[in-house]
């Protein structure tokens, strides 16, 4: 039989070229980074909450209305929560020596 009218092997099954364990990777790694900015707006916004007193306990002195801290908004943007918790890694500064 002629050579040429046979098939190529290599090319009867298409073959995807796309790296599925690359991007499924870069995806898993957004939806994460994602998904902790959230945590980190979260707690910082209850953070700054304390920190001002936004949510005193009408009842107890000195208290904390916890049902307050779920729905505050101690500043106007949750990107200035972020950047705050971004920039502000540290609790304390470091003390001049």
Same mark, same amino acid.
């Given at each position: 039989?002629?050579?040429?009218?046979? @098939?190529r092997e290599?090319? /009867?099954?298409e073959t995807?070229?796309?790296?599925? /364990?690359?991007?499924? +990777?870069?995806?898993?790694? $957004?939806?994460?980074?994602?998904?902790?900015?959230?945590?980190? #707006?979260?707690?910082?916004?209850?953070?700054? $909450?304390?920190? *001002?007193?936004? !949510? @005193?306990? @009408?009842?107890?002195?000195?208290?904390?209305?916890? $049902? !307050? /801290? #779920? *729905?505050?908004?101690?500043?106007?943007?949750?990107?200035?929560? +972020?950047?705050?918790?971004?920039t502000h890694?540290?609790?304390? @500064?470091?003390?001049?020596?």
């Amino acid at each position: 039989m002629y050579e040429g009218s046979r @098939p190529r092997e290599e090319e /009867l099954f298409e073959t995807s070229r796309f790296n599925h /364990l690359a991007w499924s +990777l870069v995806a898993f790694f $957004a939806f994460a980074a994602i998904w902790l900015a959230i945590a980190l #707006v979260n707690a910082e916004n209850q953070r700054h $909450a304390l920190m *001002t007193n936004k !949510c @005193p306990d @009408p009842l107890f002195k000195g208290g904390i209305d916890k $049902a !307050c /801290l #779920v *729905t505050v908004r101690s500043r106007d943007h949750w990107w200035e929560h +972020l950047w705050y918790g971004v920039t502000h890694v540290r609790a304390r @500064p470091d003390e001049a020596k």
